[in-house]
């Protein structure tokens, strides 16, 4: 008796083991519970009110009072701040991208060049990434003040005595620029050498016994493996640089002027200081919502095209 | 196949006839290049350093050697570190910081498990909750400060350390998942339906089988949680006005507000939020860089 549920036992076993794509258990529905009540909590919730609350007056103290059409969209529209803001933070979030992404890839391809382990040089560069960015405003700024900065000597030598990187728009700008490439090159680099190092070693040996050089090989062997991984950490950028707002907080305020004034810094200033605008905020958030989404849209589209290309 | 063969037997011949001098050049141009890049590198590892370095330097010195410029303290003095803990509840607000932090990287472990187990073995129910969590994630946070400030006030979280730790917390789930899920694809199905023949529940072999095995991407991932929540400066900016319930962030920008603030001063605060995240990040160097790199890279 016990001999026949062995064997019964193991011809179940051989049954379901020949149709184990179909027998593959499938994951019980409750897993999907957190994830999806901390979507809903994150991302749900926030966009029906925030549609709700662009269309009626409301105030900190008492949200969505009365229905006012279109009259916030109107507000943001007429605000000077805001309609360049959007701008801004296009041009922001491109020109850091392509910096940090630039600079992270001649740092990978540098420390792949090495050789060697990562090692404590690696966690050196990574140190940028994990300071808070609040620390990092604080830390450029200081850097840079026209009294007491690091480089008062310099500019003293170059006859440019006093001057201030931070007091012209264009100067600003480009000053948070550098800032936040600084912070975020290392993502870039660290997520581009693990991909290089995920090359196969066989492809290069090939490369090199057909007589390519060391330039060669990488343009037209190594680059194209790493290619959807470089325009992934690109993506990735593209998104981190549209978050930006501490450093503008910590270092600029938005000025001089408005000339560093991006949307998320704006909408902020509309809702939480001076004037408490919470509907022409609302609504603000949504036109911004619309550009980061286009814009990322155009960026998975390129990926995908690559990635499909590779395949 | 044959011709195949043949090619690469013609390849590795080549290889041979042309190896000792070719050889000698590439090994020669292989020096010359990583004595290139160590520079490089070196380059990029001052460059990485200098801004907190600068703020060591000022964190040392009084208001008249600072205005005289220069890299370094020309007389070292330790007063700006008790001055900053006076002039801004920094005790406090580091305390909250890790508070925030902590609370926030145990409620998004939590829901990350089960999230990334369903986003990697859940077919296409889990691909569509994946791509749903990273658009969230591409979202501004600046977009749901406004709802979600009503939310807490309606429920009495706001100007609360556990407020700010629930909503980083909640924020952070995308990030983990998209680091997580990588680690549990690479489980091999087999150890799970092992489990299964014997009597283990799905979520018996999550707990017993994938878990351990994804421990090094957990680590990693709660580690890159809790800087992101140690970091975050919006939301705190945004639900908490009082000191109580601020994190260090919102400190340091609160220096900033004052116009005859010391830059002594400034700068010891601002070590005081960067120190606790370096040395954890050159604790946990190769696991944090083992979970992001083999996370992400799919």
């Known amino acids: 008796m016990t001999e026949s549920t062995l064997v019964r036992a193991r011809w179940s076993d051989v049954a379901s083991a020949s149709r184990r794509p179909r027998a593959w258990r499938a994951v019980p529905l409750w897993m999907a519970l957190p994830g999806a009540v901390s979507l ?20 900190l103290a008492r949200p969505l009072r009365a229905f006012v059409g279109f009259d916030n969209f109107v507000a943001a529209a007429e605000s000077v701040a805001f309609a360049g803001s959007l701008l801004r933070s296009a041009v922001f979030a491109v020109l850091a991208t392509s910096l940090s992404v630039a600079a992270g890839v001649a740092a990978a391809v540098a420390l792949d060049a090495r050789g060697g382990r990562f090692g404590l040089l690696g966690t050196v560069l990574l140190l940028p990434m994990v300071t808070p960015p609040v ?22 030598v170059l006859g440019i005595s006093g001057f201030n990187p931070l007091g012209s728009g264009v100067g600003a700008f480009s000053t948070l620029l550098v800032m936040h490439a600084w912070q975020w090159t290392p993502l870039v680099a660290l997520l581009v050498y693990a991909a290089l190092l995920g090359v196969p070693t066989e492809l290069r040996e090939a490369a090199a016994l057909d007589g390519a050089g060391w330039a060669r090989t990488l343009v037209s062997v190594v680059g194209p493996q790493v290619a959807p991984s470089v325009l992934a950490a690109a993506v990735l950028e593209l998104v981190i640089a549209f978050k930006v707002f501490d450093l503008i907080v910590v270092v600029t305020s938005g000025g001089p002027g408005v000339s560093t004034t991006v949307a998320s810094f704006e909408v902020f200033r509309t809702a939480f200081r001076g004037s408490f605008e919470v509907g022409t905020a609302a609504a603000e958030t949504l036109l911004l919502g619309v550009l980061v989404g286009a814009v990322l849209a155009v960026a998975g589209l390129v990926t995908r095209r690559v990635r499909d290309a590779d395949q | 196949m044959g011709t195949g063969f043949s090619r690469s037997a013609d390849r590795a011949q080549r290889g041979r006839a042309v190896s000792a001098p070719v050889l000698r050049r590439t090994v020669s141009a292989g020096a010359a290049r990583r004595t290139v890049s160590r520079a490089v590198l070196a380059a990029a590892a001052v460059l990485a350093l200098l801004p907190v370095l600068f703020l060591v330097s000022l ?12 890299w370094l303290p020309s007389q070292v003095r330790w007063d700006n570190w008790p001055a900053a803990f006076h002039t801004v509840p920094l005790a406090q607000m580091l305390a909250n910081s890790w508070l925030i932090a902590v609370g926030a990287t145990l409620l998004t472990v939590l829901i990350a498990v089960p999230t990334a187990y369903l986003t990697a073995r859940g077919g296409r129910r889990g691909a569509r909750l994946y791509s749903l969590l990273l658009a969230a994630y591409c979202a501004p946070p600046v977009v749901a400060v406004l709802p979600l400030y009503f939310l807490l006030k309606s429920v009495g979280l706001t100007n609360s350390v556990l407020g700010l730790a629930l909503v980083d917390g909640l924020a952070n789930v995308p990030v983990a998942v998209w680091l997580l899920d990588g680690f549990v ?35 990693a991932a709660s580690l890159v949680c809790f800087f992101l929540a140690y970091n975050e400066f919006l939301f705190a900016v ?30 010891a605060a601002s070590l005081v939020a960067v120190v606790p995240v370096y040395l954890l990040a050159v604790a946990a160097q190769r696991l944090l860089v083992g979970g992001l790199s083999q996370g992400a890279v799919k």
């Open chain 1, 40 to 59: 809903l909590v994150t991302a749900g919730y926030p966009t029906v009110v925030g549609i709700a609350l662009a269309f009626t007056r409301s105030s």
């Open chain 2, 59 to 70: 964190s040392l010195r009084g208001v008249d050697d600072i205005s005289n410029g220069g």
């Open chain 2, 238 to 267: 945004s639900f908490s006005q009082s000191p109580s319930a601020q994190p260090l962030t919102v400190g340091l920008s609160l220096f900033q507000g004052d116009r005859t603030v010391q830059f002594g001063q400034q700068a």
């Open chain 1, 135 to 156: 620390s990092v405003g604080v830390a450029w700024k200081l850097l840079l003040a026209p009294v007491g900065g690091a480089f008062t000597g310099l500019w003293d």
């Open chain 2, 185 to 219: 694809r690479r489980v091999p199905r087999e150890l799970e339906e092992a489990a299964w023949v014997d009597g283990l529940s799905v979520a018996a072999g999550v707990r017993r089988v994938v878990l351990p095995l994804v421990l090094p991407g957990l680590v």
